[in-house]
């Protein structure tokens, strides 16, 4: 019940976040019914992607949106890999600034 599950896709459709969105959103269902399920999602995607389509649909906490030029595997800088850092105490700043 208090479990917030991260997705990123930047397209939406690739199987494996796809499966892994499935999974946890059913347990999630399962503890906090099916209404606030969403509430414990974030999806991290490209703008106009499945993902957000899906994400809109069910009412996840939050969509946070990449830069749709960058291609996935050099995305670590982008939002695909400050958002999950900095939800585990990195400071995003400090590490972009390093990085440059």
Known sequence: STTLVLVASKSGSTLEPNVFL????DRLKQVVGEANAGRHV????DPGSQMQKVAER??????VFGEPTVGGRFSVLSAFG????SLIGVDAARLLDEAA
Do not use: C
């Not at 974030?42 to 995607?45: G, H, L, P, S």
């Open 22 to 25: 499935a999974y946890f959103f």
């Open 42 to 45: 974030v999806a991290i995607t």
């Open 58 to 63: 069910d009412g996840f906490r939050a969509i």
């Open 82 to 85: 400050t958002v999950p850092a």
